[in-house]
Nanobody, 125 residues
């Protein structure tokens, strides 16, 4: 079993930055890929970014809507994956979830085996 805890959400004005953290416990984060998803009010949960397991070179992949603004990374020593969010827009407002999968890299929810509880990000206009 893997436990994931997201932190770092908050309320910021448009154009600001936030860094979300996803701390993993129960199993070495280096052995699985990690993704970030988000769910805005009244909308389905959507893929944001993912990073492959560490031994594979930590390949990353992003949704088009965040490409160039968000960056996913990992700190292997801390078993933590980060999502650096820059140039935030009101449409980035959502609950952000991190998730872990045994697959190499995945952009769909069904591929993920473990989920955190989510952290709220609100971007004001």
């Amino acid at each position: 079993q893997v436990q994931l805890v997201e932190t770092g959400g908050g309320l910021v004005p448009a154009g600001d930055s936030l860094r979300l953290s996803c701390a993993a416990s129960g199993r070495d984060v280096n052995t699985y890929a990690t993704g970030w998803f988000r769910q805005a009010p009244g909308k389905d949960r959507e893929f944001v970014a993912c990073i492959s397991w560490a031994e594979s070179g930590s390949v990353t992949y992003y949704a088009d809507s965040v490409k160039g603004r968000f960056a996913i990374s990992r700190d292997n020593a801390k078993n933590t994956v980060y999502l650096q969010m820059n140039s935030l827009k009101p449409e980035d407002t959502a609950v952000y979830y991190c998730a872990a999968t045994y697959t190499y890299l995945a952009t769909i929810e069904a591929a993920y085996h473990f989920w955190g509880q989510g952290t709220q990000v609100t971007v004001s206009s």
